[in-house]
Protein backbone atom coordinates (compact mmCIF):
# COMPACT_ATOMS: atom_id res chain seq x y z
CA UNK A 1 0.00 0.00 0.00
CA UNK A 2 0.91 3.74 -0.51
CA UNK A 3 2.52 5.19 2.68
CA UNK A 4 -0.10 7.94 3.93
CA UNK A 5 2.92 10.28 4.47
CA UNK A 6 3.48 10.56 0.67
CA UNK A 7 -0.06 10.40 -0.43
CA UNK A 8 -0.60 13.53 2.18
CA UNK A 9 2.30 14.85 0.94
CA UNK A 10 0.96 14.81 -3.21
CA UNK A 11 -2.39 16.14 -2.43
CA UNK A 12 -1.06 19.06 -0.60
CA UNK A 13 2.07 19.34 -3.26
CA UNK A 14 -0.04 18.76 -6.17
CA UNK A 15 -3.67 18.07 -4.82
CA UNK A 16 -14.38 2.26 -24.52
CA UNK A 17 -13.16 5.17 -26.48
CA UNK A 18 -16.43 7.50 -26.79
CA UNK A 19 -17.07 11.13 -27.32
CA UNK A 20 -20.49 13.10 -27.34
CA UNK A 21 -21.50 14.96 -29.86
CA UNK A 22 -24.48 17.30 -30.22
CA UNK A 23 -27.76 16.81 -32.40
CA UNK A 24 -30.23 19.81 -31.80
CA UNK A 25 -30.75 20.18 -27.99
CA UNK A 26 -29.78 16.68 -26.96
CA UNK A 27 -26.16 15.34 -26.15
CA UNK A 28 -24.78 11.97 -25.76
CA UNK A 29 -22.69 11.63 -22.94
CA UNK A 30 -19.24 10.92 -22.08
CA UNK A 31 -17.85 8.52 -19.65
CA UNK A 32 -14.67 7.61 -18.84
CA UNK A 33 -12.73 5.61 -15.74
CA UNK A 34 -8.94 6.71 -14.65
CA UNK A 35 -6.91 4.77 -12.53
CA UNK A 36 -4.35 6.18 -10.33
CA UNK A 37 -0.88 4.70 -9.68
CA UNK A 38 1.24 5.78 -7.14
CA UNK A 39 4.94 4.40 -6.56
CA UNK A 40 3.58 1.76 -9.23
CA UNK A 41 0.34 0.95 -6.96
CA UNK A 42 -3.01 1.45 -7.55
CA UNK A 43 -4.10 3.90 -5.23
CA UNK A 44 -7.34 5.19 -6.34
CA UNK A 45 -9.61 5.84 -9.59
CA UNK A 46 -11.98 8.89 -11.32
CA UNK A 47 -14.97 8.44 -13.26
CA UNK A 48 -15.74 11.47 -15.26
CA UNK A 49 -19.20 12.20 -16.76
CA UNK A 50 -19.81 14.52 -18.95
CA UNK A 51 -22.88 16.50 -20.43
CA UNK A 52 -24.69 19.22 -22.70
CA UNK A 53 -26.75 21.53 -21.15
CA UNK A 54 -29.72 23.07 -23.14
CA UNK A 55 -27.87 26.53 -23.72
CA UNK A 56 -24.55 24.55 -24.87
CA UNK A 57 -22.68 24.81 -21.83
CA UNK A 58 -20.27 21.96 -21.26
CA UNK A 59 -20.90 20.10 -17.89
CA UNK A 60 -17.96 17.97 -16.48
CA UNK A 61 -18.68 15.51 -12.64
CA UNK A 62 -16.29 13.29 -11.08
CA UNK A 63 -16.72 10.80 -8.17
CA UNK A 64 -13.15 10.22 -7.07
CA UNK A 65 -11.35 8.18 -4.49
CA UNK A 66 -8.00 7.25 -2.94
CA UNK A 67 -6.83 4.55 -0.59
CA UNK A 68 -3.94 5.82 1.93
CA UNK A 69 -2.57 3.92 4.96
CA UNK A 70 0.04 4.72 7.49
CA UNK A 71 0.94 1.09 7.89
CA UNK A 72 -1.65 0.28 10.32
CA UNK A 73 -4.89 0.51 8.63
CA UNK A 74 -6.11 1.49 5.05
CA UNK A 75 -8.14 4.73 4.89
CA UNK A 76 -10.35 5.81 1.75
CA UNK A 77 -10.69 9.56 0.82
CA UNK A 78 -13.50 10.17 -1.41
CA UNK A 79 -14.46 13.60 -3.53
CA UNK A 80 -17.00 14.98 -6.23
CA UNK A 81 -16.48 17.88 -8.32
CA UNK A 82 -18.65 19.69 -10.78
CA UNK A 83 -17.50 21.77 -13.86
CA UNK A 84 -19.29 24.10 -15.97
CA UNK A 85 -17.49 25.51 -19.07
CA UNK A 86 -19.02 27.88 -21.54
CA UNK A 87 -19.86 26.32 -25.23
CA UNK A 88 -17.22 26.34 -28.01
CA UNK A 89 -14.54 28.57 -25.71
CA UNK A 90 -13.92 25.74 -22.48
CA UNK A 91 -14.14 29.17 -20.23
CA UNK A 92 -14.37 28.04 -16.79
CA UNK A 93 -18.35 29.57 -15.58
CA UNK A 94 -18.13 27.69 -12.33
CA UNK A 95 -16.82 24.65 -10.15
CA UNK A 96 -17.73 23.23 -7.22
CA UNK A 97 -16.00 20.40 -4.80
CA UNK A 98 -17.10 18.30 -2.20
CA UNK A 99 -15.74 15.52 0.29
CA UNK A 100 -17.53 12.42 0.65
CA UNK A 101 -15.74 11.01 3.85
CA UNK A 102 -15.26 12.48 6.93
CA UNK A 103 -17.82 14.20 9.29
CA UNK A 104 -17.35 17.54 8.05
CA UNK A 105 -18.77 17.87 5.00
CA UNK A 106 -16.12 20.16 3.72
CA UNK A 107 -16.80 21.87 0.09
CA UNK A 108 -15.80 24.60 -1.97
CA UNK A 109 -17.19 26.17 -4.90
CA UNK A 110 -15.84 28.64 -7.57
CA UNK A 111 -17.50 31.36 -9.36
CA UNK A 112 -16.81 34.08 -11.94
CA UNK A 113 -17.59 37.40 -12.45
CA UNK A 114 -16.70 39.63 -15.29
CA UNK A 115 -13.02 39.91 -14.54
CA UNK A 116 -12.84 38.58 -10.87
CA UNK A 117 -12.78 34.31 -9.67
CA UNK A 118 -14.11 33.90 -6.10
CA UNK A 119 -13.54 30.72 -3.90
CA UNK A 120 -15.90 30.14 -0.84
CA UNK A 121 -14.11 27.28 0.97
CA UNK A 122 -16.05 25.88 3.97
CA UNK A 123 -13.88 23.66 6.32
CA UNK A 124 -14.48 22.23 9.47
CA UNK A 125 -17.43 25.01 10.09
CA UNK A 126 -15.78 27.75 9.17
CA UNK A 127 -16.26 29.64 5.71
CA UNK A 128 -13.64 31.86 3.96
CA UNK A 129 -13.95 33.82 0.64
CA UNK A 130 -10.67 34.50 -1.57
CA UNK A 131 -11.38 36.87 -4.74
CA UNK A 132 -8.63 36.94 -7.49
CA UNK A 133 -8.31 38.55 -11.13
CA UNK A 134 -10.11 36.34 -13.88
CA UNK A 135 -7.20 36.14 -16.59
CA UNK A 136 -8.03 35.48 -20.01
CA UNK A 137 -6.33 32.26 -20.03
CA UNK A 138 -7.37 31.55 -16.63
CA UNK A 139 -7.77 27.60 -15.96
CA UNK A 140 -8.56 25.21 -12.95
CA UNK A 141 -6.22 22.21 -12.90
CA UNK A 142 -6.85 21.18 -9.54
CA UNK A 143 -5.17 18.32 -6.92
CA UNK A 144 -5.54 14.74 -7.55
CA UNK A 145 -8.62 15.83 -10.34
CA UNK A 146 -7.44 14.30 -13.73
CA UNK A 147 -9.68 14.76 -16.66
CA UNK A 148 -9.24 18.67 -16.54
CA UNK A 149 -6.02 18.40 -18.62
CA UNK A 150 -8.77 17.54 -21.59
CA UNK A 151 -9.71 21.04 -21.36
CA UNK A 152 -6.03 22.56 -21.36
CA UNK A 153 -5.27 20.78 -24.28
CA UNK A 154 -7.74 22.41 -25.62
CA UNK A 155 -6.34 25.56 -25.62
CA UNK A 156 -3.10 25.04 -26.93
CA UNK A 157 -2.70 26.47 -30.28
CA UNK A 158 -1.21 23.69 -32.72
CA UNK A 159 -0.92 25.26 -35.40
CA UNK A 160 2.05 27.90 -33.13
CA UNK A 161 2.85 24.97 -31.27
CA UNK A 162 6.31 25.67 -28.85
CA UNK A 163 5.73 26.65 -25.01
CA UNK A 164 2.11 28.08 -24.28
CA UNK A 165 1.82 29.91 -20.96
CA UNK A 166 -1.73 29.16 -18.84
CA UNK A 167 -3.04 30.45 -15.66
CA UNK A 168 -3.81 27.45 -12.85
CA UNK A 169 -6.30 29.07 -10.50
CA UNK A 170 -5.80 26.53 -7.43
CA UNK A 171 -8.96 26.54 -5.44
CA UNK A 172 -7.81 25.36 -1.95
CA UNK A 173 -4.85 28.40 -2.11
CA UNK A 174 -7.43 30.60 -3.66
CA UNK A 175 -4.47 31.86 -5.99
CA UNK A 176 -3.13 31.42 -9.45
CA UNK A 177 0.10 29.37 -10.67
CA UNK A 178 2.03 29.49 -14.12
CA UNK A 179 1.33 26.36 -15.99
CA UNK A 180 2.98 25.78 -19.39
CA UNK A 181 2.65 23.48 -22.00
CA UNK A 182 4.82 22.16 -24.78
CA UNK A 183 4.36 19.87 -27.96
CA UNK A 184 6.70 17.10 -27.89
CA UNK A 185 5.85 14.53 -30.35
CA UNK A 186 3.58 11.67 -31.45
CA UNK A 187 3.94 8.00 -30.32
CA UNK A 188 1.53 4.85 -30.14
CA UNK A 189 0.58 3.53 -27.00
CA UNK A 190 0.29 -0.41 -26.98
CA UNK A 191 -2.39 -2.17 -25.56
CA UNK A 192 -4.85 -4.70 -25.71
CA UNK A 193 -6.59 -3.24 -28.17
CA UNK A 194 -3.44 -2.86 -30.64
CA UNK A 195 -1.88 0.37 -30.42
CA UNK A 196 -3.91 3.67 -29.52
CA UNK A 197 -1.83 6.84 -31.66
CA UNK A 198 -1.03 9.72 -28.86
CA UNK A 199 -0.09 12.97 -28.73
CA UNK A 200 2.04 14.05 -25.82
CA UNK A 201 3.12 17.24 -24.35
CA UNK A 202 5.70 18.60 -21.91
CA UNK A 203 3.39 20.13 -18.61
CA UNK A 204 5.50 22.28 -16.28
CA UNK A 205 3.82 23.63 -13.05
CA UNK A 206 6.02 26.66 -13.38
CA UNK A 207 9.06 26.53 -10.15
CA UNK A 208 7.56 23.24 -9.23
CA UNK A 209 7.06 20.26 -10.69
CA UNK A 210 7.45 19.21 -14.95
CA UNK A 211 5.75 15.92 -16.23
CA UNK A 212 3.93 14.51 -19.78
CA UNK A 213 0.38 14.26 -20.19
CA UNK A 214 -1.07 12.20 -23.50
CA UNK A 215 -4.25 12.63 -25.23
CA UNK A 216 -5.94 10.47 -28.11
CA UNK A 217 -6.41 11.75 -31.42
CA UNK A 218 -9.96 13.28 -30.29
CA UNK A 219 -8.09 15.13 -27.55
CA UNK A 220 -9.10 13.12 -24.72
CA UNK A 221 -6.55 12.36 -21.92
CA UNK A 222 -4.97 8.94 -22.18
CA UNK A 223 -2.28 8.84 -19.47
CA UNK A 224 -0.54 11.80 -17.22
CA UNK A 225 2.96 10.74 -15.33
CA UNK A 226 4.13 13.09 -12.88
CA UNK A 227 7.86 11.65 -11.96
CA UNK A 228 8.64 14.04 -9.05
CA UNK A 229 4.95 12.52 -7.64
CA UNK A 230 5.71 9.03 -8.57
CA UNK A 231 2.34 9.33 -10.33
CA UNK A 232 0.94 8.13 -13.21
CA UNK A 233 -2.96 7.91 -14.36
CA UNK A 234 -4.27 5.97 -17.09
CA UNK A 235 -7.42 5.60 -18.85
CA UNK A 236 -9.12 2.19 -17.96
CA UNK A 237 -10.11 1.69 -21.67
CA UNK A 238 -5.85 1.35 -22.69
CA UNK A 239 -4.79 -0.22 -19.49
CA UNK A 240 -2.12 -2.91 -20.20
CA UNK A 241 -3.51 -5.99 -18.49
CA UNK A 242 -0.74 -6.83 -15.96
CA UNK A 243 -1.57 -3.35 -14.34
Known amino acids: MIPM ?19 GDEAIAYSQTYVIFLDGSRAGKEIVTEKIEPNGDLV ?3 ENEIYVTDGLETKRMAYATRMVL ?7 KSYDYRYLTGSTGDSYEVTIDGDEITRTLHRG ?6 T ?4 P ?16 VRKYDSQVKGRQLYSDFIPVIGNHIAVA ?13 GNLPITNYRIEFVGLRNG ?32
Open 125 to 130: GETSVV
Open 137 to 152: DTVILDFNVYHQYDYL
Open 60 to 62: AET
Open 132 to 135: ATFK
Open 212 to 243: TISVDPDGRLVRVVIPDQDLEVIREDVLPANR
Open 86 to 92: KKKSFKI
Open 5 to 23: RKIILFILAFCGLTGYVIA
Open 181 to 193: LTYIGESNLPYSG
